[in-house]
């Protein structure tokens, strides 16, 4: 019999923690599951929480032979014991997945990659509001055109406690309620026209406020999009500035989407970070320490027939003196 197969992935943010889940049955039934978890884990932790959960579900189906495939290389290689496993709490889950891993006849673990990995990953960053995807995208705007059609009017009554710009709407529509000071200081930047939130730029120009769902939207639009150029987040903060959209942590938001780019990851200039720390070497007073090094051999050699140069820098000063020569001997020689 063909084994189950189990593709697991998780995402975290700071509007959820979510794990992503697809079962695929012997009899290639695709069985799609997005489940929200505590919020506090690690990476690794929702990972590995994920693929419990996962095989919790598989062993109360009654499934005696599974393959596992997840692209968290750090999960597999520990679960294969390629990896050492050093932390705690991610020791605790490991145990808790071989402890369900033995439960079954025949166990696979593969790891692979983001692409291969793609529904379940989805799965997690889309119910996490960690990155919209581009169907996903087209999914919400097409719902979004079609409440716009349908509703005669739009009113704001009912604001997610999540929404950042709440207080500033309650407070704008009813100025004489109590509200604290900070709020009340606050909005003396904003306006409300048509029933929508609008900041007040120091030139006068009004950027409409874009509620949580809508960030991600339009997020998704300008890094990837059908103009979208896949530019750094502080390029992305200025482009949407340009558009007229505003929120508190933009610059934030953009320059953590960009980071969580594939395709900006796998095609992105490489940043090349030196291994170990640069140190100042500090000389209290003029030539008490120089650095002595020699270049060479040069071709062709100068008309006076010198192949070497010797130069010196004194660290205080910087200042640097080269000797041309024709041989390179040793340093004792000079």
Request: proline share 3%; glycine share 6%; with cysteine.
């Amino acid at each position: 019999m063909k084994p189950w197969e189990l593709f697991f992935d998780g995402s975290k943010h700071e509007l959820g923690t979510r794990i992503g889940l697809l079962i695929i049955s012997h009899e290639g039934i695709p069985t799609k599951l997005s489940l929200k978890i505590k919020i506090g884990y690690s990476n690794n932790e929702t990972e590995y929480e994920a693929l419990v959960i996962g095989l919790e579900i598989l062993r109360e189906l009654g499934v005696r032979s599974i393959i596992v495939r997840g692209d968290s290389q750090l999960v597999i290689k520990q679960l294969t014991r390629e990896y050492k496993c050093i932390n705690e709490k991610l020791l605790e889950r490991k145990s808790r997945a071989i402890t369900l891993l033995n439960s079954f006849d025949e166990v696979q673990s593969e790891h692979i990659s983001r692409n291969e990995n793609r529904i379940a990953n989805e799965l997690a960053q889309t119910t996490s509001g960690y990155k919209v995807s581009k169907e996903c995208l087209g999914s919400l705007l097409h719902t979004e055109n079609e409440l716009i059609c349908n509703l005669e009017g739009f009113t704001i009554n009912a604001l997610s406690t999540q929404d950042w710009r709440k207080h500033l709407i309650e407070y704008l529509q009813n100025p004489n309620s109590k509200d604290e000071r900070k709020i009340k200081y606050q909005a003396l930047n904003y306006v409300m026209l048509n029933n929508e939130l609008y900041k007040r730029g120091f030139d006068g120009i009004l950027f409409k406020c874009l509620r949580r769902h809508k960030i991600y939207i339009a997020m998704v639009e300008v890094h990837e999009g059908v103009c979208g150029a896949h530019q750094a987040g502080e390029k992305m903060k200025w482009t949407l500035s340009r558009k007229g959209y505003y929120w508190p942590s933009m610059i934030k938001d953009c320059i953590e989407f960009s980071k969580s780019c594939e395709e900006c990851q796998k095609h992105g200039l490489i940043q090349r970070v030196l291994a170990s720390e640069l140190h100042f070497i500090v000389k209290p007073w003029p030539f008490r320490g120089w650095a002595i090094d020699i270049i060479g051999q040069i071709h062709p050699p100068s008309s006076k027939n010198h192949r070497y140069i010797i130069v010196v820098i004194d660290y205080f000063t910087k200042w640097v003196e080269a000797i041309p020569v024709e041989k390179g001997r040793s340093k004792g020689d000079y």
